[in-house]
T-cell receptor, first 114, second 115 residues
Framework: NAGVTQTPKFQVLKTGQSMTLQCAQDMNHEYMSWYRQDPGMGLRLIHYSVGAGITDQGEVPNGYNVSRSTTEDFPLRLLSAAPSQTSVYFC?????????????FGAGTRLSVL | AQSVAQPEDQVNVAEGNPLTVKCTYSVSGNPYLFWYVQYPNRGLQFLLKYITGDNLVKGSYGFEAEFNKSQTSFHLKKPSALVSDSALYFCAVRDLSGSARQLTFGSGTQLTVLP
């Protein structure tokens, strides 16, 4: 059981470049989300989705786009990378109710924007 | 709005001693509380949760947490610390009465267990 898989693990971009961070889960979870982790700030929610075709903004959505065409995949797109987007990005998934409402995290993508 | 505070950036404890990592929260309704642990270069791993019932919640690796409604706290505890417990610990909260399903995380507490 792979759980939540994120690719790539590391990425270096130049300012203005675009890229997509991939996230896939094999637990049939309805809820998926993207966080960024910065020192001393914990995890901040970027975007989330409660099911295929449904996405919404979190706390820090600017500069990022998401889509959810399938239950399994939830890619995060950086439209025009900026140095302020240097961070570690985590994808998480969970069920929507009861005992399934525990978020499982991927191993993260370390992104540097020069 | 919901929020979480972890007042200590760093906690040091000697191996074999009890440990406590503090967390306080703020929600409009009833809280759904979590503790996660993060080892270096890894994602977050679920430790335990509180939704209702017994105020003392037991979780993975011998950790437990005590829910205190009057103090709006959810401190993480372990009776005897191990060097392998050294990691970054996050408290998180969700408001059960709200429609939003997002978790709000604290800023994290780095636990170091000294041999």
């Amino acid at each position: 059981n792979a759980g939540v898989t994120q690719t790539p693990k590391f990425q270096v971009l130049k300012t203005g470049q675009s890229m997509t961070l991939q996230c896939a889960q094999d637990m049939n979870h309805e809820y998926m989300s993207w966080y960024r982790q910065d020192p001393g700030m914990g995890l901040r929610l970027i975007h989330y989705s409660v099911g295929a075709g449904i996405t919404d903004q979190g706390e820090v959505p600017n500069g990022y786009n998401v889509s959810r065409s399938t239950t399994e995949d939830f890619p995060l797109r950086l439209l025009s990378a900026a140095p302020s987007q240097t961070s570690v990005y985590f994808c998480a998934s969970s069920g929507l109710a009861g005992p399934r409402n525990i978020q499982y995290f991927g191993a993260g993508t370390r992104l540097s924007v020069l | 709005a919901q929020s979480v505070a972890q007042p200590e950036d760093q906690v040091n404890v000697a191996e074999g001693n009890p440990l406590t990592v503090k967390c306080t929260y703020s929600v409009s309704g009833n809280p759904y509380l979590f503790w996660y642990v993060q080892y270096p270069n890894r994602g977050l791993q679920f430790l335990l949760k509180y939704i209702t019932g017994d105020n003392l919640v037991k979780g993975s690796y011998g950790f437990e947490a005590e829910f205190n409604k009057s103090q709006t706290s959810f401190h993480l505890k372990k009776p005897s610390a191990l060097v392998s417990d050294s990691a970054l610990y996050f408290c998180a909260v969700r408001d059960l009465s709200g429609s939003a399903r997002q978790l709000t995380f604290g800023s994290g507490t780095q636990l170091t267990v000294l041999p």
